[in-house]
């Protein structure tokens, strides 16, 4: 079955430090998304990817970057880690059918110490 | 795992009631709607939605209802199980653009 992993799902790191999160989807999905998940804000959109080459920013991107490479694979990248991008990161991905459902992955808890 | 926020409203209902869980959306133009439910430790999961076009859409055991006069949408889950404890929100999406919108939620309780 397709499907959209993360990893890892947990993960420690220290302020000052580059860290790098991989989403892989066996979709086929065009569009790729990442998201930010904390108490009281619900889902933020960080970065996105409508297909191979595409990233575009969304609304809270500094501080990470993405590349797309592969329709597969959208690894956000925080370049040198804050205690504010302590979260939970969800990846997800939607076809082009004009569905625009979105299919989430099981997310990446972050500590930044 | 996962957790989602612990501050969101909450609906605490009996198990085999009926669920009611509302929702108000904030831009004009949205055209489509989708309710996604978040268990702990999990990824939002993608429920049911509904098109601006459609006042009300039926899934198993879910309704979903929208008003467009007073931007608001609801989530009708009938016969309510135990399993059905999770964390529900909204999200709008607007033709033509990816960004969806999501609400901040709420946690439904089941009490068996």
């Known amino acids: 079955d397709a499907e959209i992993t993360q990893s890892p799902r947990h993960k420690i790191t220290e302020t000052g430090r580059q860290v790098t999160l991989a989403c892989h989807q066996t979709w086929n999905h065009n569009n790729m998304f990442w998201y930010r998940q904390d108490l009281g804000h619900g889902l933020r959109l960080i970065h996105y990817s409508y297909g191979v080459q595409d990233t575009n920013k969304g609304e809270v991107s500094d501080g990470y970057s993405v590349s797309r490479s592969n329709t597969e694979d959208l690894p956000l990248t925080l370049e040198s880690a804050a205690s504010s991008q302590t979260s939970v990161y969800f990846c997800a991905s939607s076809d082009d059918a004009g569905t625009d459902t979105q299919y989430f992955g099981p997310g990446t808890r972050l500590t930044v110490l | 795992g996962e957790s989602v926020g612990l501050h969101l409203p909450t609906l605490s209902v009996q198990e085999g009631d009926n669920s009611i869980i509302n929702c108000a959306y904030s831009?004009?133009?949205?055209?489509?709607f989708i309710w996604y439910k978040q268990e702990s430790g999990k990824g939002p999961q993608f429920i049911i939605d509904?098109?601006?076009?459609?006042d009300k859409r039926q899934g198993q055991r879910v309704t979903v209802l929208l008003n467009k006069t007073v931007k608001h949408l609801s989530l009708q889950i009938a016969a309510t199980q135990p399993g059905d404890s999770a964390v529900y929100f909204c999200a709008e999406n607007e033709t033509g653009g990816f960004k969806t919108i999501f609400g901040a939620g709420t946690r439904l309780f089941v009490k068996a």
């Open positions: 509904i098109r601006s076009n459609m």
């Open positions: 831009n004009s133009a949205s055209d489509y």
